[in-house]
């Protein structure tokens, strides 16, 4: 395995961009990643993007990318439909495989121009499942459901993980949703989707994150203090709801364990975790404790959601927590799909 | 190329048709696989990650079907990523999953591209109107039919050429019995006669829209000696892009699919693509993009093309076949149409193309997709001896 490295991330995410067009939400978040990570554009190796046509509205969502990457000469590229943190992974084989030694990744979504959570549903099996057109919220208290019933977890719980989610980005300047708030006056909140409230549920957001990645010297080179990836796994699992356990993830847990997320001290996790429960569910299939590893400390994917690249930035989160200094040790985990279904864990470390 | 030796130790692909109705997208998908996973002499769980490919998802309605589809293919408890480069996409599948072995994480690894065109309708579903973007309404052959216009003033050529390449194309599927369009009496007089669709574009100039499927095992050295039958060994792979638009960009003879040409030669020791190679497969969706990428690829100088064509050159007992397998021209499911071109030349140097097999002397071959507005390229040299 080659050593590589995060070497600078970038993120835009705000409530709602009504007056930029993807292209023009990506091109500053391309160009602070770019300068901060000390490579000449054209010098990067490759390019990779993650984006979802179904958030735009129509087909090759990515295609525009190219004009905010100003893929002129042309570019090694490629782009996965899927969240960004997979465009990584592409970007890290890439670099494996001894092609090139660096690349920029990146991904982005506008969520508010249609209705996200039906959106989502657009994932689901299209013959058995899609009829009855669940929405992303219902599919996820379905999940909750399961979890509490399992272990006698309660809203409390819940609530819990919303009010630090809130409390911790507060010193998060791209967070859509903070707020000093205790448990008691969210569990005063309606249920909607039962047994979910509204802090229960990811904020719909727009956004772009963009990472520069680069391999053994050249990292060294660019950066004091690298921030290296030490293992990357992803596993997916069965797609319908009815044959696997909602209350746990199979896949999170393989996937942390191959990329060896517990196999050392873990300072610092950023878990894709679009809904309270799931940070709960993933934080036990990591074997993560919250006595000694502060998670999600910038509040999450509940205190900003930019689909298709809010995987990506809990890698970028954990990586700029490495260089300043903050971390020594720590692990990203990115999800795709309903209930959980897709699940990636990234571990990065400091020299 | 770089990282490991890579070869394809399996290659399935599903009958194509305009509907078919006898399967679901899962059932399309795991016929291709199960036939590259026979071919391979292996089972589902002898397959470490898998990598699927398709078009644009407004093509069948399902958003990121890699979820639903991770049952159909036995990814459950694998990695499993869903690449999306435009019409380039089957090739560029075809490349990340052959990295996953180059880079030495993986050993065996099931590559699938799809496209179920009868769940819609692709013209319509590339022309959604977008705000602030000027609405082309137009499909594919509206935006890439002024293209051909300029090539044809550029390079002089008389208006019957693309109606050659309509002709043999369909003349050489007729030993495919996969191929979706069988015309047994189609010859000029046919094409010519054919309604107008977009200038100078007739309806037999024009890929069709298919449902099918592709699919194809790729193994690390170890797992090809393995093998039970011939492998086809990988000796170079690209992809490269560039913007839609933009002043001076040449959209009739792209600079990215030159600079991905150059790559994949120089990787794979191509001089003069003409003769080092035994066959090619190259994404011709409408009749004339075969003299315009022969040039862009460098089989012959710029301008030269169609005389190439005209000659017969690129027919199945020409000096350097194109597209033996009846090509694009005959078989369209979009996202799997470049992981077809990609199978189909490795199907030749293992000397398993049945009646369109072409005859071996370099034992090398180039497949090859675009997508995009001409923007988005992927190509791979596959050969039966193993690369230095």
Known sequence: ?????????????????????????????????????????????????????????????????????????????????????????????????????????????????????????????????????????????????????????????LAEVAARSQRNARGNPRAVRSADVAVEDLLKQPVTHHPLRDADIAPITDGAAAIVLAAGDLARKVTARPAWIRGIEHRIEAHAPGVRDLARSESAKAAGAAAGATSGNVDVAELHAQFSHEELILAEALGLDAAQTDINPSGGALAANPVMSAGLVRIGEIAQRITNGVADRGVAHAASGPCLQQNMVCVLEGE | MAGERVAVVGVGQTVHRTARKDVSMAGLVREAAQEALDDAGMTWADIDAVVIGKAPDMFEGVAMPELYLADALGAVGKPMMRVHTAGSVGGSTSIVAAKLVAAGLHQRVLTVAYEKQSESNATWGLSVPMPFAA????????????????????????????????????????????????????????????????????????????????????????????????????????????????????????????????????????????????????????????????????????????????????????????????????????????????????????????????????????GHAYGGGSQFFSMWVVGNKKPA
């Not at chain 1, 993120?11 to 901060?36: F, K």
């Not at chain 1, 039906?118 to 208290?141: G, N, R, T």
């Not at chain 2, 003069?272 to 190679?277: H, K, W």
Request: aromatic share 10%; net charge negative; charged share 20%.
């Open chain 1, 1 to 157: 395995m080659r050593d590589v490295a995060v070497v600078s991330f970038a993120c835009n995410a705000v409530a709602r961009d009504a007056s930029h067009n993807e292209t023009e939400m990506i091109v500053p978040v391309l160009r602070e990643a770019i300068e901060q990570s000390g490579i000449p554009r054209g010098d990067l190796g490759f390019v990779c993007s993650g984006s979802l046509d179904y958030l735009q509205g129509g087909p090759f969502a990515f295609v525009a990318g190219l004009d905010a990457v100003g893929a002129w000469p042309p570019v090694r590229e490629s782009h996965v439909e899927m969240d960004a943190a997979w465009a990584l992974y592409e970007a890290w084989v890439a670099i494996q495989t001894g092609e090139v030694d660096s690349a920029l990744v990146y991904g982005f979504g506008k969520s508010t121009p249609g209705d996200l959570h039906e959106i989502m549903s657009l994932q689901l099996d299209p013959y058995y499942l899609l009829p009855l057109w669940p929405s992303m919220v219902d599919m996820a208290a379905l999940q909750a459901c399961a979890f509490l019933d399992s272990n006698g977890a309660t809203e409390k719980d």
């Open chain 2, 135 to 366: 609405p082309l309404v137009a499909g594919a052959g509206g935006y890439f039919a002024p293209l051909i216009r300029a090539y044809m003033y550029r390079s002089g050529a008389p208006r019957y050429i693309g109606h050659l390449v309509a002709v043999k194309d369909r003349l050489a599927a007729l030993r495919n019995p996969k191929a979706h369009l069988h015309i047994p009496d189609i010859d000029l007089k046919m094409v010519e006669e054919s309604f107008l669709l977009w200038d100078p574009l007739r309806y037999l100039d024009v890929c069709p829209s298919s449902d099918g499927a592709m699919a194809m095992v790729l193994g690390s050295e170890k797992v090809a000696q393995a093998a039970p039958g011939p492998v086809a060994w990988i000796h170079g792979m690209a992809m490269r892009s560039e913007p839609t638009m933009f002043a001076r960009r040449d959209q009739v003879s792209p600079q990215a699919g030159k600079d991905c040409a150059k790559d994949v030669y120089t990787q794979a020791g191509i001089n003069d693509p003409r003769a080092d190679f035994d066959c090619a497969e190259v994404y011709v969706p409408f009749s004339w993009y075969e003299p315009m990428w022969l040039e862009n690829l460098g089989f012959c100088a710029e301008g030269e093309g169609w005389k190439l064509t005209e000659s017969g050159a690129t027919a199945p007992d020409g000096d350097i076949p194109w597209n033996p397998s009846g090509g694009v021209l005959s078989s369209n499911p979009i996202g799997a149409s470049g992981m077809v071109r990609f199978g189909e030349v490795a199907q030749q140097v293992r000397g398993r193309a049945g009646d369109y097999q072409v005859e071996l002397k370099s034992g090398l071959a180039l």
